[in-house]
């Protein structure tokens, strides 16, 4: 099992869901964090003083999946989310140990 990691623009959330349900994905999860990479933010000025934003709105989504489909998922994550600007942010693949299911206490790939 893998888990896939995607930190994008936050207006690109919408398509990136949408091309995750077109394959089939069942379950997400997704946070509102602030970060910066290569873009180090930007200065904005707010009633006449001129201030640094370092960290810049982000959303992740976060994937849990079977070996086999982490191709078709970062695939698709990368063509939703790309604008071709700075900013568009990154994606993360991760081996995951184990999961288990509270409800059913399944374990393996059947609680994911």
């Known amino acids: 099992m893998k888990k896939v990691e995607a930190i994008i623009?936050?207006?690109?959330?919408?398509?990136?869901?949408?091309?995750?349900?077109?394959?089939?994905?069942?379950?997400?999860t997704v946070t509102e964090v602030k970060g910066f990479g290569r873009q180090k933010g930007?200065?904005?000025?707010?009633?006449g003083s001129e201030y640094t934003v370092d960290f810049l709105p982000k959303v992740k989504v976060e994937i849990v999946?079977?070996?086999?489909?982490?191709?078709?998922?970062?695939?698709?994550?990368?063509?939703?989310?790309k604008t071709g600007k700075i900013g568009d942010g990154k994606v993360f693949v991760l081996p995951v140990e184990s999961a288990v299911r509270i409800r059913t206490e399944e374990t393996g790939e059947k609680a994911v």
Do not use: W
């Not at 623009?9 to 997400?28: D, I, Q, S, Y």
């Not at 930007?42 to 009633?47: A, F, L, P, Q």
């Open 9 to 28: 623009k936050p207006f690109k959330l919408e398509e990136v869901k949408t091309g995750l349900n077109e394959l089939g994905v069942e379950g997400m």
């Open 42 to 47: 930007h200065t904005e000025i707010y009633r």
């Open 65 to 81: 999946c079977t070996d086999d489909k982490v191709e078709a998922i970062v695939a698709s994550i990368l063509k939703q989310a």
